[in-house]
C-alpha cells in the first residue's frame, strides 16, 4: 500500500502570501490529483498530472516521478483559498492540509 | 451538465434502520466510488466499481452493499444503521483510474 505523507498538516497564513503544500510518496506513483475540499464540505478536482506542471488560475501544481513528490502552489492567496487541500493516491485518501488564509 | 447528483443530502435514521442512498453521474464514467468522512477525518472508500456489473470492496465496507446494474447508478445500500454509520457520505466518478474525480455534493446521514 502506498503511504501518502502530505505537508504542512495545517497551515495559517495572511492573505497575498505565496502557499506550498507538499505530498510525498513511500512508492512510486504515475499520476496523482488534487482535490480542495471547501468549509462546507463540496470537493472539487484541481489537478490531475503525471508529469510536470499544470496551471490555472493562481494554482500551479508540480510533480516529480522519479522524487515521488508533488507540490501545490497557490500565488497572491486569498481568503477565499481557505479550504482542505487532499492529494490521494488511487484510492487512498489522507486527511489533507488545512489552509487558512487571514485577510 | 450534472455531473454526479447525490440524493437525499441529509437524512436521520433510527438504529436498525436501512436505507439507500442514490448516485446518479450523466458523464458515461466507468469508474464509481463511494466514501464515507468522519468529523475531522480524511475520506475513506467504501466501495468501487469499474464498470456496470462489477464492483469491489474498499477499507471499510462492512454494514454496507452496493449494486452496478447500469453505468449512470451506483446505489450504496445500508441495511440496519448503527450509530457508527454517521458519517458524511461522498459518491464520485471518474472515466478511468488515473482520470479526474467529480464528487457529489454528499449526504449527511446520522444514526440515532
Known amino acids: 500500500k502506498n503511504e501518502v505523507e502530505q505537508s504542512p498538516q495545517n497551515l495559517t497564513a495572511q492573505e497575498g502570501e505565496f502557499i506550498t503544500i507538499n505530498c510525498s510518496y513511500s512508492?512510486?506513483?504515475?499520476?496523482l490529483h488534487w482535490l480542495q475540499q471547501h468549509p462546507g464540505g463540496g470537493i472539487v478536482s484541481l489537478f490531475m498530472l503525471s508529469s510536470g506542471k499544470k496551471k490555472h488560475g493562481r494554482l500551479i501544481a508540480t510533480i516529480n516521478i522519479q522524487e515521488k513528490h508533488s507540490s501545490l502552489h497557490i500565488t497572491a492567496s486569498h481568503p477565499r483559498d481557505s479550504a482542505v487541500y487532499i492529494c490521494?493516491?488511487?484510492?487512498?485518501f489522507g486527511t489533507g492540509t488545512r489552509l487558512t488564509i487571514i485577510p | 451538465n450534472a455531473g454526479v447528483t447525490q440524493t437525499p443530502k441529509f437524512r436521520i435514521l433510527k438504529i436498525g434502520q436501512s436505507m439507500t442512498l442514490q448516485c446518479t453521474q450523466d458523464?458515461?464514467?466507468?469508474?464509481m466510488y463511494w466514501y464515507r468522512q468522519d468529523p475531522g477525518m480524511g475520506l475513506k472508500l467504501i466501495y468501487y466499481?469499474?464498470?456496470?456489473?462489477?464492483?469491489d470492496k474498499g477499507e471499510v465496507p462492512n454494514g454496507y452493499n452496493v449494486s452496478r446494474s447500469t453505468t449512470e447508478d451506483f446505489p450504496l445500500r445500508l441495511e440496519l444503521a448503527a450509530p457508527s454509520q454517521t458519517s458524511v457520505y461522498f459518491c464520485?466518478?471518474?472515466f478511468g483510474a488515473g482520470s479526474g474525480y467529480t464528487f457529489g455534493s454528499g449526504t449527511r446521514l446520522t444514526v440515532v
Open positions: 458523464m458515461n464514467h466507468n469508474y
Open positions: 490521494p493516491e488511487k484510492l487512498t
Open positions: 512508492v512510486g506513483i504515475s499520476a
Open positions: 464520485a466518478s471518474s
Open positions: 466499481s469499474v464498470g456496470a456489473g462489477i464492483t
